[in-house]
């Protein structure tokens, strides 16, 4: 089946370490998204890629850096500049052409 | 610039109610609208679209009809159930096929059917 991973479900890192996030998908889609979902708030644009080797920042691009070297794979990384980093990371994918964006299942990450 | 303004919530309906979520929309062009799902703790499902004026989507007993003269794309249901209990986003998209595509999004309204 088609779709979008990502992974781990659940990580827990010490405040000053970056983490990686991961985000992979089997869709062909050309274009990837990461964004940020704290409690009770909507989706804000951490970074987006259109094609591989190129990404352009989102809203909300401080203390984040991505990498596209593959179609398939967007990792996120959030770093130790990030000064609230605990949150629901969420990655999607749309196809070409198209509009619509396709999901993955989240990543909470905690830092303490 | 493009905006998307959605009802506050939470919604709270008993079981077989009807339901609206209203969302309204700012944008240049003629964007295309969505209704997205996200149930707790998953990610965001897409629930319906509609690409142009006076398009209907629909999916799962849900309706939106994309009104260019009121600039609205409002969530309907006719008889909600338990199982509906979620957040739903309202969005809009930006940019050309292949080009800068992305969506904006609105806050999100909780819904919680009682039973």
């Known amino acids: 089946d088609g779709g979008i991973t990502q992974s781990p479900k659940y990580l827990f890192r010490k405040e000053g370490q970056n983490v990686t996030l991961s985000c992979e998908q089997n869709l062909n889609h050309d274009a990837m998204y990461w964004y940020r979902q704290d409690p009770g708030q909507g989706l804000r644009l951490i970074y987006y890629?259109?094609?591989?080797?190129?990404?352009q920042k989102g809203d909300i691009a401080e203390g984040y850096s991505v990498s596209r070297e593959k179609k398939e794979s967007f990792p996120l990384t959030v770093t130790s500049a990030q000064k609230n980093p605990t949150a629901f990371y969420l990655c999607?994918?749309?196809?070409?052409?198209?509009?619509?964006?396709?999901f993955g299942p989240g990543t909470r990450l905690t830092v303490t | 610039g493009n905006s998307v303004t959605q009802m506050e919530g939470p919604v709270t309906l008993s079981e077989e109610a009807f339901l609206t979520i209203n969302c309204t929309y700012t944008a240049t062009g003629y964007p295309s609208l969505f209704w997205y799902v996200q149930y707790p703790g998953e990610g965001l499902q897409l629930l319906l679209k509609?690409?142009?004026a006076d398009d209907k989507g629909s999916n799962k007993g849900f309706e939106a009809t994309y009104r260019k003269e009121t600039t609205s794309f409002h969530l309907e249901k006719g008889s909600v159930q338990v199982s509906d209990s979620a957040v739903y986003f309202c969005a809009l998209s930006t940019g050309y096929a292949g080009n800068n595509r992305k969506l904006i999004w609105g806050l999100g309204t909780s819904l919680a059917v009682n039973p």
């Open positions: 999607a994918s749309t196809g070409q052409g198209g509009h619509e964006q396709y």
């Open positions: 509609a690409t142009k």
């Open positions: 890629s259109q094609i591989v080797n190129d990404f």
